[in-house]
């Protein structure tokens, strides 16, 4: 079993990590490395590690993250929709014999809006 390599701290692992958190190709990183002189070995040793320890989302887990905010964002507008039409009828229905009611129309609508968001991000 091979020890495991620790990142030095250093500037090259800072430029690493920094290229990294801009999205850059872990072979581009180490490319970039090598072009300011640091060993091609010891540049992949430190871009590996660099991509083990902040790792990167595989588009599985991208749409699983998806899938889940929309879920999330589906619960709200639905609980928006429900608590705007619920104060709009109970308010209605208070002033049944004459008087004034409440239109929460700014729940409703934006309720009605994210919930429809939220389950079309859940496909």
């Not at 850059?24 to 083990?52: C, H, M, N, W």
């Amino acid at each position: 079993m091979a020890a495991k390599f620790d990142l030095p701290s250093d500037n090259t692992t800072h430029r690493a990590v920094r290229l990294f958190q801009q999205g850059k190709d872990p072979q581009f990183i180490i490319d970039d490395l090598v072009t300011l002189g640091v060993e091609k070995e010891y540049a992949s040793k430190v871009v590996a590690r660099v991509v083990e320890l902040l790792g990167k989302k595989s588009d599985e887990d991208i749409a699983k993250d998806h899938k889940s905010d929309g879920k999330g964002a589906a619960i709200w507008g639905g609980t928006m929709l429900v608590l705007g039409l619920a104060i709009t009828f109970g308010s209605a229905s208070a002033a049944s014999g004459g008087g004034y009611y409440v239109m929460t129309y700014g729940l409703i609508i934006g309720g009605a809006i994210m919930l429809v968001r939220g389950l079309s991000r859940m496909r």
